[in-house]
Each structure stands twice: as C-alpha cells, then as structure tokens.
C-alpha cells in the first residue's frame, strides 16, 4: 500500500529528530512550607503555585491559588511534563543529564507580586537547586526578573532600578527536595521557603 508522501514525510522526520514528540505528562507533587526568619510558621497565607512545564506558567492565572495551613504548609499536585537539560554539575568541560522541574511561587512583594521561580535538576548525584524573582511587565505577565546591583550588592525592580534598593528578594528557599516514588510514578517536590524581613537601601 503506498503512503501519502506527507505522511510518509512527517513520520520520516519524527524517527530521525524526535521533534513530533511531545513528552507525555506525569503526575508531580509540590509540598512547600513558608516560615518567617525567625522560624515561625506563616499561617493563612495565600501563595499561587504552578509548574514551568504547564500552559503560559508565567501568565497571572496560571497555576492555583492556595492557604497556608497552621503550619504554614501548601499541597499543589498536577500532571505537567518533565524537562530535560544538560547541567554543569563541577568541570566547566563536563555537563550531566538532568530532569528538570521549575516551580512558581507567587507571593507578595513590597505592594506588589512576585513569582519566585525554583529550578530543580535531577542528576545522578542527586537534586541542584536554583532561584530567581521576576514581577509583572506590561503584558502582566511575570517575565521581568529583579535587577542585582552589583556595586551596591541589592536588589531593585526593574521598572525602577535607581528606585529603592534591597538587601534581597524577599524570599528564599532553606531546604528542597527531589525524586520519582518508584511505587507510585509521583514525583515528589518539598521545599521550605524563608519570607524574608525588608531592609530597604
């Protein structure tokens, strides 16, 4: 039987690059924690949590909105895809397989929002943890990342970089973790969050 040349085409370029592929969603649960600087639990709180793999992550109703329990505690669980990357785990010449999953933390900042963003690699010696800010541009999107002053050592918005300056984003991740439950295919994020007090330069 002779196959139409575009299917034939397509399922030709699908075997030799991949690139008709899309990952196939898995089921992943992010348990995060928020606490003061002194330790306390933030109860009450709300926090808006999405996954990067998920539709248009960085638009403002992405996600789900969540409270904080007593302990400061959220649950947020979705099917979303698992990236994958090539990270520099040590030699500048050497680069490891990672699964990668990003996860947005909305909180507030100052007056405003901000979509703490929290990349997590899986590599084989175990999870890489990395973190950065980002507030709404004009398309109200979160895609504009805090500017770091350098000379100063602080941080600015970006719509306003000679405004004020801060001695930090306002938040930072104390503890994470990362792995697949091999007896139930979930991977399984926990992250405890420090909201931090503001010095204002």
């Not at 995060?32 to 639990?41: I, K, L, M």
């Not at 490891?96 to 590599?123: F, K, M, N, P, T």
């Not at 973190?131 to 970006?158: C, E, I």
């Amino acid at each position: 039987m002779k196959l139409p040349s575009r299917t034939f085409l397509t399922g030709f370029l699908a075997c030799l690059f991949g690139a008709m592929q899309q990952a196939s969603a898995e089921p992943i649960q992010v348990k995060a924690r928020f606490v003061r600087e002194d330790g306390s639990a933030l109860a009450g709180m709300n926090v808006r949590m999405v996954i990067g793999s998920e539709k248009d992550p960085r638009a403002p109703q992405a996600g789900k909105t969540l409270t904080t329990d007593a302990s400061g505690r959220v649950t947020y669980t979705v099917d979303a895809p698992i990236k994958e990357r090539k990270v520099q785990t040590g030699s500048a010449f050497f680069r490891s397989a990672s699964q990668l999953i990003e996860v947005g933390i909305e909180l507030e900042l100052l007056g405003r929002r901000a979509l703490y963003w929290v990349e997590l690699d899986l590599v084989k010696a175990g999870p890489l943890m990395g973190q950065a800010a980002y507030v709404a541009g004009s398309s109200g999107r979160f895609d504009q990342m805090l500017k770091f002053n350098n000379k100063t050592h602080s941080w600015a918005f970006p719509d306003d970089p000679n405004g004020m300056q801060l001695t930090g984003t306002g938040a930072q991740v104390l503890q994470h973790d990362m792995k697949k439950n091999a007896a139930t295919g979930v991977w399984e994020i926990e992250l405890q969050l420090e909201k931090q007090k503001w010095e204002q330069r």
